[in-house]
């Protein structure tokens, strides 16, 4: 073999690798962006107070868990998570929930979402509440879609 | 083939079958204690202060997060979270933490643990700091082990 055809093989082998380098950080980005939309999905499905948009971004099973501001126990299982939410609905007539650059990190067909989401909400008697809620969100890829398997939100010291 | 033989095949199958799912179970109820020690691990760790512990219990890479009681904003990244628990060991020359009855749910080479931790501190002037902490605590198979890739850990209302 000629020194000009190593040469232009090594050539092409570097080309094919910086190829599926960028291909796979491209996938990679495609994959962080979807999460995202699922995260901001979440966030919209709670603000809107829209418990069948919720079921539609969740795994429903029996080892699904949350915990929530208040909470002093993990709630498990999909009727108790599915619950809990319906019972923030009913104490907040209007409430807004949304997380500014979420951490993302994708670990097989699991992801970590995290960040810090601005929660206001209006309670039945009007008064207005306002925190900062630290927050955790993991999800689970079924088929092409990611889906929230674990959320925890907390509150920030003011 | 004689019925008999058909009858005896199938119940071989089916004895098979239970022997798997069976060792399947217990192979799952291994991974979970072995998640269940990884965990309590950490909050011995924390409890004695022990930055040396926390290193070999951590994924020590740049996408590795935190948020605790106080955070306001994401940790990102080991010199940070690393930092961020030196910072408490320094404000709290006493320190207990403490989940009992965590939830584990793994999920490939992830695993979600979470609970409510019992956090019990001395501050530096002798106050006395007690709060339930909702936790959440991310884990990822490395080899035979499992290390923290993400911890949130809050402050329940009293």
Known sequence: MSAIRVIHRAGFAAALFVFMQSSSFSENNAEIGRLEAANAAFDTALSHRDLGALDALC???????????????VIVGW???RKSWEGAFANFPEMSVQMKNPQVRILGSTAIVTGVEAFRGKRLNGDIVEFLAPTTNVYEKRGEQWLLVHHHAGRAPQ
């Open 59 to 73: 795994i429903q099973d029996a080892a699904v868990t949350a915990l929530h501001p208040p909470s002093k126990a």
């Open 79 to 81: 009727p108790a998570v």
